[in-house]
């Protein structure tokens, strides 16, 4: 069974300029998630997904962030225009089961210079 | 607000030292999960407890909930320079369905 995808890995751009961040979640998990991690800490939820319904988006910064999972399958996350502090890693995940156990993809390491 | 606390934050141990990392919260959750994330990579889980007072074992990893339901514990026997990564806990949010709370993450260095 393939994992969660994203890509790219890494990403460099410049303060104001535009980023797409792409996801391809565990077939047939209904449920997507992005998070943001910082260094050494655990992730934070930007906004969850039941199919293509943005079910909790209330930690997404909507002035400069935003996402959308077509189909309920593929999900985008794009921040415009990027911010020195938006500088982490913007982790997918997707979950299955009674606990919600979730699957994370490698992420990607954004740098804002 | 529902809040999990790990401890300690950094650890870095020799190789075949035991170790513990603590989970705790004023809250009570109806389960929890452990994750490992090693660098450059998502975290992956490790188990999930699910019944207060539950001891879980995972080769090496042994995972126990509190009784009361607000803590859990990861002790690691004889750690392996493998072990190295950031440990986190995750337990659900009341009142939200699939949606997890994450803790504050333990950083653990084995060294060889």
């Known amino acids: 069974e393939a994992g969660v995808v994203q890509s790219p890995r890494y990403k460099i751009i410049e303060k104001k300029q535009p980023v797409a961040f792409w996801c391809n979640p565990i077939s047939g998990h209904n449920t997507l998630y992005w998070y943001l991690q910082n260094l050494g800490q655990g992730p934070e939820l930007l906004i969850r997904y039941e199919n293509e319904e943005a079910v909790d988006d209330s930690q997404l910064p909507k002035d400069r962030f935003s996402a959308e999972r077509l189909k309920g399958v593929d999900s985008t996350l794009k921040i415009q225009p990027a911010e020195l502090g938006d500088s982490a890693v913007y982790l997918c995940?997707?979950?299955?089961?009674?606990?919600?156990?979730?699957?994370f993809g490698p992420g990607t390491r954004l740098t804002v210079l | 607000t529902q809040l999990l606390e790990q401890s300690p934050q950094f650890l870095s141990i020799q190789e075949g030292e035991n170790l513990t990392v603590y989970c705790n919260s004023s809250s009570v959750f109806s389960s929890l999960q452990w994750y490992r994330q090693e660098p450059g990579e998502g975290p992956v889980l490790l188990v999930t407890?699910?019944?207060?007072?539950e001891v879980k074992k995972l080769k090496r990893l042994t995972f126990q909930f509190g009784d009361a339901r607000k803590d859990s514990s990861l002790h690691i026997t004889a750690a392996q320079p493998g072990d190295t990564g950031l440990y986190l806990c995750?337990?659900?949010?009341?009142?939200?369905?699939?949606?997890?709370?994450f803790g504050t993450g333990t950083l653990l260095a084995v060294q060889p």
């Open positions: 407890v699910v019944t207060g007072g």
């Open positions: 995940a997707s979950s299955f089961g009674q606990y919600n156990e979730q699957f």
């Open positions: 995750a337990g659900p949010y009341r009142g939200a369905t699939n949606k997890l709370i």
